[in-house]
């Protein structure tokens, strides 16, 4: 199959509109599971189900609401089950659990289909569209850092969707956030709590509320992780196609260590980013011919490695743990902070950082090979054939494009 996008593929691998970057990979259908458990219509929006997601989401949200669960899983934590008993609805909490049910059950189901869908389109090298610009939005495939995105969503979830191009669940969780953030009174607490009145902080802070907070928080965080670490791929496979099929030319000649000829030979490295494409072209627009240019994208393992066929699955990530356990220890420190002196924002921040690193820790202990490999940064190798006139001007634009290393033949 060609490389070049088509509307009509019969296995897609990604959609990449102005609003939104659509895609199917392989996951763990128990990760999703969690978090369709931990916050209703989350693992259907992982899975870029968003009509779905966003009917389950806010069915979560009126139904939890009316049927006052979370408050009865507030004093059940605390041991008042005759409070529990009182609280909650009836009407609404048997509503409430047939299709709490079925989210995770619908999750399972469609992510085994679409881990099978995943590698269908692998082995027929489906097209990828990396740019799709409009007359409201642009869109398109980047490199960017899993780290940025996961920082500003602990500052919003949302942001860290807005910042992967996932603009229908960057808003639903924005509205969502910010709706629980007025509901729950957690800003004006902040400053109750700075101003040292405890007691107040815990008498007036909607518990109701509170408890949605951190699986927001924790799945918001976990989704633009996945995003980030899979989009990045997408975008390193279409750019290697590309590459391939441009810059690779059978009348290309390799550096030979005794030749006798006018030309000169550059050998260069780079990451997977635009400047590459970029350095490729200002080589060509001094007169150096694609004839003369050889580009080669490396694979990082190979591709029999039992790593390898386990890749997707475990993509989840060494933070997956992570991320599910400080959102349980989040809720705790939520709960028991209403009884304990500090209060439950404090508590609730330091159940975050506790669970973030109890599961960092644990995957540490039982992936430590794993994580200590360290990835070579070095992606493509170029390979220039120039005259010995164009060599200093070539160097240049090849430093100047920040490739890796350069060294001459």
Not at 200 to 209: A, D
Not at 224 to 242: A, C, G, M, P, V
Not at 258 to 275: C, D, G, L, M, W
Not at 278 to 303: C, H, R, Y
């Amino acid at each position: 199959m060609g490389n070049s996008f088509s509307n009509e593929l019969r296995r897609p691998k990604a959609h990449l509109s102005q609003y939104i970057a659509n895609y199917i990979h392989e996951q763990n259908p128990w990760t999703l599971v969690w978090w369709s458990a931990a916050l209703p219509g989350a693992g259907h929006m992982q899975l870029c189900k968003y009509g779905s997601g966003t009917i389950l989401m806010i069915w979560e949200f009126v139904t939890n609401v009316q049927a006052h669960i979370n408050e009865a899983i507030f004093y059940s934590m605390i041991g008042q089950f005759h409070l529990a008993k009182s609280v909650i609805d009836t009407r609404w909490f048997l509503l409430y659990m047939a299709i709490y049910v079925f989210t995770m059950w619908d999750c399972y189901r469609i992510t085994l289909d679409l881990n099978k869908y995943s590698q269908l389109a692998d082995r027929v090298d489906s097209p990828i569209m990396p740019f799709n610009i409009g007359a409201f939005e642009i869109n398109y495939l980047n490199y960017r850092k899993p780290i940025n995105g996961v920082i500003w969503t602990l500052f919003m979830p949302g942001l860290g969707a807005l910042y992967t191009n996932r603009l229908p669940l960057g808003f639903f969780l924005l509205i969502c956030t910010l709706f629980t953030i007025y509901q729950s009174k957690v800003l004006p607490s902040i400053h109750w709590m700075v101003e040292g009145k405890l007691d107040l902080v815990k008498t007036e802070i909607s518990k109701q509320w509170l408890l949605n907070l951190p699986s927001l928080l924790g799945f918001a965080s976990s989704s633009t992780y996945i995003d980030i670490q899979f989009t990045n791929q997408l975008y390193k496979t279409e750019q290697s196609r590309y590459l391939a099929d441009n810059y690779q030319s059978i009348r290309f000649k390799m550096p030979k260590k005794n030749k006798r000829s006018e030309s000169v030979h550059i050998i260069s490295t780079f990451q997977h980013t635009a400047y590459l494409e970029l350095a490729l072209s200002d080589l060509e627009q001094e007169g150096i011919s694609k004839d003369n240019i050889f580009v080669a994208t490396l694979d990082k393992n190979s591709p029999d490695s039992p790593d390898v066929l386990r890749s997707h699955k475990e993509s989840a990530s060494r933070f997956e743990l992570a991320f599910i356990l400080a959102t349980v220890f989040m809720l705790l420190g939520s709960i028991y902070g209403f009884i304990w002196i500090w209060g439950p924002i404090i508590w609730a921040l330091i159940g975050l950082v506790f669970g973030g690193a109890l599961g960092v820790t644990i995957t540490l202990l039982f992936k430590k090979n794993k994580w200590f490999v360290r990835d070579t940064p070095i992606d493509v190798v170029v390979i220039v054939e120039c005259e010995k006139h164009q060599l200093e001007v070539a160097e240049r634009i090849i430093w100047k494009h920040k490739s890796l290393g350069v060294a001459k033949t």
